[in-house]
């Protein structure tokens, strides 16, 4: 396997963090968040059951230790995930996969297009500074956005939407963040793990990431390429009727103000979620 986008990661100056960094909350009894700086990973799994649990994303680059300590302070000294999901492959939700996996050597599961920014054959576009007046917008085209290869252990989600080692769990095909961004479902109690098709802070504000204001959002404008896509996958998400959400960024969020604020962001979402000019508006 090739990690050479370790180095990339590496050159890059990222001067972001957020009160929240390093800081976790059981969501649910088998639902944990945890935030690396200043983007949110998932534990799915029960450490009082059975003891497995898989990992949603891999935070930042050069995080893997931290994310292993935290997973062994939850469940066990030797504790390692059946399997790494990907809502998608920005640099933030994949920094630290390559050196996870070699120490763990485990599958990782990711929508079909999304495979050509984990196997080293595409980059994402660049950064948008142009969405928003927000610093961490302007920033943007100084985040990596190239593609990484991990082909050695990528795999595609199944087509009938389960998803391997997650019982009672969907994914949901949520693009337009990215063409291959997925989000997570379990229809039973109704918890959403949305990655970054809608977020819960502002997240192009440097201000904002840092204090974790918690305020319903779109995907982040200037990753985001495919606007007409990124509402539809909003409706989509809201048709579900949510009772609790962990986003990509920022607080968890549920009840009836999930589902307000989400409705919210539906009907307004021309105003409060897409940017009003930029490269990739139309």
Not at 112 to 132: A, I, K, S
Not at 174 to 186: M, V
Not at 220 to 225: E, M, N, S
Request: glycine share 8%.
């Amino acid at each position: 396997m090739e990690h050479n986008q370790d180095s990339k990661f590496e050159e890059t100056f990222l001067p972001m963090t957020s009160v929240g960094n390093g800081v976790g909350m059981a969501v649910l009894p088998d639902v944990y968040c945890y935030t690396d700086k200043i983007v949110n990973l998932v534990l799915v799994g029960d450490p009082n059951k059975s003891g497995e649990f898989v990992l949603i994303d891999t935070g930042m680059p050069k995080s893997a230790e931290k994310i292993m300590e935290m997973i062994q302070e939850h469940f066990g000294e030797r504790a390692i995930p059946k399997a790494i999901v990907l809502t998608h492959g920005h640099f933030d939700h994949v920094g630290s996969v390559a050196e996870l996996l070699e120490e763990w050597k485990i599958p990782v599961y990711a929508h079909e297009l999304e495979l050509p920014f984990l196997t080293g054959q595409c980059d994402y576009p660049p950064g948008d500074p142009n969405v928003d007046s927000g610093l961490v917008a302007k920033l943007s085209p100084m985040f990596p956005n190239h593609g990484i290869n991990i082909s050695d252990y990528v795999h595609v989600l199944p087509a009938d939407g389960t998803i391997p080692n997650m019982p009672n769990w969907k994914w949901v095909h949520t693009p337009g963040h990215t063409p291959g961004h997925i989000s997570l479902f379990r229809e039973h109690d109704r918890v959403l793990i949305a990655g970054d098709a809608f977020v819960t802070v502002k997240q192009e504000s440097l201000y904002k990431v840092m204090t974790q204001t918690q305020e319903i959002s779109g995907p982040p404008k200037y990753y985001t390429t495919d606007w007409e896509a990124a509402f539809e996958s909003v409706k989509k998400l809201e048709a579900l009727k949510p009772q609790v959400v962990v986003t990509g960024h920022g607080l968890p969020m549920g009840g009836e103000e999930l589902a307000e604020s989400l409705w919210y962001l539906v009907e307004h979402f021309d105003e409060i979620g897409r940017p009003k000019s930029g490269r990739y508006v139309n």
